[in-house]
């Protein structure tokens, strides 16, 4: 099983981050996948999940209407639309499968 997650970076408040996770050594079409988040000195934190065929999708309190899941069966990849990001947004990103296994993480740092 491996998990690559990309497209992390520093951004301006405001702005925007779109991170994507490519999959394999798994069906990826036959898991519901998560983004978690952890801040340093703080533990993990959900932030959004999809069902396998991407017809339902979930969103912790915190980033609900400003950041979006989805997902490209085909390419075996989950992404992340992180729009109107915040100071609070900064954090190791990481892809995880439903039993909990994560990438190596893509760190998001948003300054104000």
């Known amino acids: 099983v491996q998990l690559v997650e990309s497209g992390g970076g520093a951004v301006q408040a405001g702005g925007s981050l779109r991170l994507s996770c490519v999959v394999s050594?798994?069906?990826?079409?036959?898991?519901?996948m998560s983004w978690v988040r952890q801040a340093t000195g703080k533990g993990l934190e959900w932030v959004s999940s999809?069902?396998?065929?991407?017809?339902?999708?979930y969103y912790a309190d915190s980033v609900k209407g400003r950041l979006t899941i989805s997902r490209d069966n085909a390419k075996n990849t989950l992404y992340l639309q992180m729009n109107s990001l915040g100071s609070e947004d900064t954090a190791v990103y990481y892809c995880?499968?439903?039993?909990?296994?994560r990438g190596q993480g893509t760190q998001v740092t948003v300054s104000s």
């Open positions: 995880q499968k439903g039993d909990g296994s």
């Open positions: 050594g798994f069906t990826f079409s036959s898991n519901g």
């Open positions: 999809i069902y396998s065929d991407g017809s339902n999708t």
